[in-house]
């Protein structure tokens, strides 16, 4: 098959790539290897919460955080996509949201501190709306309200932890549940139980009433924080029907997998993409790239039992670390699927981790190391082929788990590594 | 005057204390047992699960075979669910394995082990995973499974429901006595530092490779040699029954297809303290390649995690007079050795003869009470309530199928999704004074053993620490990051192919979505009052690790 510009991957940074293209006048290919990482991990898209990994105090500015960065750090795979990408990155997702009929809320001047399930805030940059009112800088008192039978969001574990890091005076966080119609004891729901059941009127408004007269009665200025379950399908519908049949400000908490913002987030953003005519190509892992004269001529997908060569002028590979198969781990090499470089190599498999999984590790900063052009780069810092682009997590060299940046980082080099396909 | 007063005190929460602890309340004997860490925390809980028919052991140590192929009989009589009843098949793969079958055939001839010599090709056919190295087969239909911890689980439990007590996380600190007569035991909460004292006619020391430290207390000597060794879990159970190497037995030569996974084991070295078991990436390698010769998939099967074990060897040389009936473990009575009337240990031994040893040990303590009672553990099932419900054993075929969402409003309801663990597994346990960390929990229910190692999980059952046990949120998360942090040092030294993608979406589970990483870090900085709001009713402070002992132990 030919093509003009394949992307591959199933994250942000391939969707954004993408995107970029579709928006150039382009003809992009969306090669999507297997199950999304937006399903596991994403709900806000993060861009900078915290300066370094062990630092406490929240980035407020991320715009200003990564300009910083960049000053500090060349070699940051921010500094090689460039402030501007990050910033045009953004603006092309917002306005992409938009026109899919989303509604999401946040710029690079300021992030907003969102309680998560435990109870914690969280610096986030970009958020749907449904969780807006979560933000912890305003000061009406919180509700936070589970369900009878749904373990996956405990409002009395995150309102007691919310309770100490944030309330000053008025502020006051409380736990409350209710029963969900049909609920009985020994039955439990999963996040997308509920969430296609909230998209039925009739349901809703019983549960919503059922709230109504739990979290009134801390007064007449409460929020109440539910978890992400408001509608499968669309961000804004359930949540603002729902708001209005409470009568208080609602907003979202992201739960444990299946999380529904990410699947209504990438679920709507794919389909945007075919209903506005890209072609994709599903659940077909990529791997071997045929590179001659400095270029990049074909890569091969595996797809039912034979391998699916794609000619494409240009490629960006916008694969996620390990979550969709972007590097493969042995036992010491960690080798990439196109080029069969080693990455890695550890005499040790215990040298990959940190001692504490709450700490940074080193296996996630295993990757690709790239060119000033996002080109994968040979040993000698030349480009493996100079029509060829990495983005998101496959970069070598950062890990963006302990300063929570992996939204803004796969924008910033998706974007980026698009602009230098369409020049390529 | 002591605190409390019981009959006999058993010190240790293994197999064997656990067994005592069952045998003495079925001989009517009041009975309390302490265990300073979670019952099954020690060697039992860290074995690979084997139980033997004894083939492991006819050549070498033909009384101890002789053991395990009674005892393995009467287990599969008393406690049915805590085994599964695979078969095991003894293979050769090399000239050496050849040259050891006449022997192995001889040996289970004399200790009484069915053994039977199948073609290759008749075991390729029950068992595909046999490997291309394998030459010749044994089936040996008494090898299988023992699950460790229901087996413990189950001993306490029968015992409790006649009467004795169990206290866990109660550290023995000393022994008060009259003359040469012991009078009682001293302990130390090791959570909460609360002291107390146990009046008793009768102490016994069931601690294993920890022995020789509780006889030390008492200034006599019981050599116990701790042996390490370390198994590597595989993410399923790669053969449908036990394969052993047909040989001498050695490192990793032994596959136990245990419920959803399989354990490789085993190591063994000689180390300096039973609590210092490093996992050495050499043993893991060797292990792997060891068992890829018995079965294919061993090598290409996900390693999900490493532990290592101690076994209390006993050193038998200076000790003979002591010993009363095997080679393999021995009763010491320590009043007619060292001259302390009302101490006695029970030292050495396996898990698949722990009903023996405690038969053993209570026999001579009994006598000592004057009481004739004679034992039943051998008939007595384990579980022999009316009720059919067996909360300690978790049976999938029970679940059901689950409905496929889309039909009904909900799914079938579990907590743990990777081992099938049901919210009504969970939930007694919580009311459990034993229960103070949720790595007991996983040990009473496999809860966070599966492939996701507690990702998923573990935010439920923090959950249920606020909600059913009332600790404040701090309290609750500690427990869960503790809980997540205890399974990633078993993941750490298999951490290659699917590992990383697993820990991954963990990693960006909890520090992303979660963002508990931060949460961490302001849990354990010092309070400061001018930032933090007062408490919620009904709670205390939670000031991160501090608080964590105290607030659980407040439950008790």
Sequence with gaps: MKADVAVVGSGLAALIATRSLQKAGRNPVLIWPGLSSLYFVYATVDVLGYSDATSLQPVEHPGTGVAALIADHPDHPYARAGLDALGDGIALLMEWLEEAGFRWRGSLDRNLLLPTATGTPKPSCLYPESMAAGDLGRDEPIVLCGFEGYEDFVPELAASNLSRSWGRGDQSVRAIRVSLPGFEPGKMFTSIDIARNLENDAFRREVAQQIRGKASRGGDHVRVGLPAVLGLTHDTDVYERFQSELGHPIFEIPTLPPSVLGLRLFDRLRKHLQETGVEMIWAAPAHEAEVSDGQCRRIYLKSAGREHPIDARAYVLALEDMVDGALRAGVHSVVDPFFHQSLAHHAVPTERTDESLFKPQPFASIGYAVTDRLQPAAGDGHPLASNLFVAGGAIAGYDPTGTKSRGGLAIATGHRAAQEAMAA | ?556
């Design chain 2, 1 to 556: 005057m002591p605190d409390t007063t019981t009959g006999v005190v058993v010190i240790g929460g293994g197999s064997t204390g656990a067994g005592v602890l069952r045998d003495l309340s079925l001989r009517g004997i009041d009975a309390l047992l302490v265990e300073k860490g979670d019952l099954a925390s020690g060697t039992t809980g860290r074995s690979h699960g084997l139980l033997h028919s004894g083939g492991r052991y006819c050549v070498n140590d033909l009384a101890a075979a002789i053991e395990c192929v009674e005892e393995g009989r009467i287990l599969r009589r008393i406690a049915k669910t805590t085994i599964e009843d695979t078969g095991g098949y003894f293979v050769s793969v090399s000239e050496e394995d050849l040259a050891w079958e006449p022997r192995f055939v001889e040996g289970c001839g004399k200790a009484g082990i069915t053994c039977e010599r199948i073609s290759v090709e008749e075991a390729r056919r029950r068992e595909p995973a046999l490997s291309k190295h394998v030459r010749t087969v044994f089936w040996i239909p008494e090898d299988g499974h023992l699950d460790p911890f229901y087996l413990v689980m189950g001993n306490v439990e029968s015992a409790r429901r006649r009467g004795a007590q169990a206290r866990t996380y109660t550290e023995v600190t000393g022994f008060t006595r009259d003359g040469n007569r012991l009078t009682g035991v001293l302990t130390r909460d090791t959570m909460t530092g609360e002291e107390t004292s146990i009046g008793c006619k009768a102490v016994i020391n069931a601690t294993g490779a920890w022995a020789g430290f509780v006889a030390r207390l008492l200034e006599v000597e019981v050599k116990v040699v701790p042996v390490k060794g370390v198994m590597v879990v595989l993410s399923h159970r790669v053969a449908h029954a036990t394969i052993n190497r047909c040989h001498k037995p050695g490192d990793g030569d032994i596959i136990v297809p245990a419920l959803s996974v399989a354990i490789l084991g085993t190591t063994s070295a000689r180390v300096p303290h039973p609590e210092v078991l490093p996992i050495e990436w050499d043993e893991v390698r060797h292990m792997i390649e060891e068992g890829a010769l018995m079965a294919d998939g061993v090598s290409t099967a996900r390693a999900m995690r490493a532990y290592a074990g101690v076994r209390p060897l006993y050193d038998l040389g200076a000790e003979a007079e002591g010993r009363e009936m095997s080679r393999n473990f021995a009763v010491i009575d320590h009043e007619e050795r060292d001259g302390i009337a009302g101490f006695a240990s029970i030292v050495g031994g396996k898990v698949t003869t722990y009903r023996l040893m405690a038969e053993r040990v209570t026999d001579l303590v009994a006598r000592w009470l004057g009481v004739t009672t004679s034992c039943t553990t051998a008939e007595v099932p384990l579980n022999d309530r009316d009720d059919e419900l067996d909360q300690l054993r978790h049976r999938p075929a029970q679940l059901g199928v689950p409905k496929p969402h889309g039909d009904e409003l909900s799914l079938q309801p579990l907590v743990c999704e990777c081992e099938l663990v049901r919210p009504q597994d969970v939930a007694p346990w919580f009311e459990d004074a034993a229960v103070r960390t949720l790595e007991d929990i996983r040990r009473r229910t496999r809860t966070g053993m599966g492939p996701c190692q507690a990702a998923i999980c573990s935010y439920r059952l923090a959950g249920r620490l606020v909600t059913d046990r009332h600790q404040d949120g701090p309290t609750a998360t500690r427990a869960m990051a503790d809980l997540l942090e205890t399974r990633w040092r078993g993941v750490r030294p298999v951490f290659w192919g699917s590992q990383l993608r697993q820990a991954q979406v963990t990693a960006g589970l909890h520090l992303e979505l979660f963002n508990l990483d931060r949460q961490l870090m302001f849990q354990s900085q010092p309070p400061s009052d001018a930032l933090l709001p007062p408490p919620l009713p009904g709670e205390g402070r939670g000031g991160g690790e501090e608080a964590h002992a105290p607030e659980v132990a407040s439950k008790r």
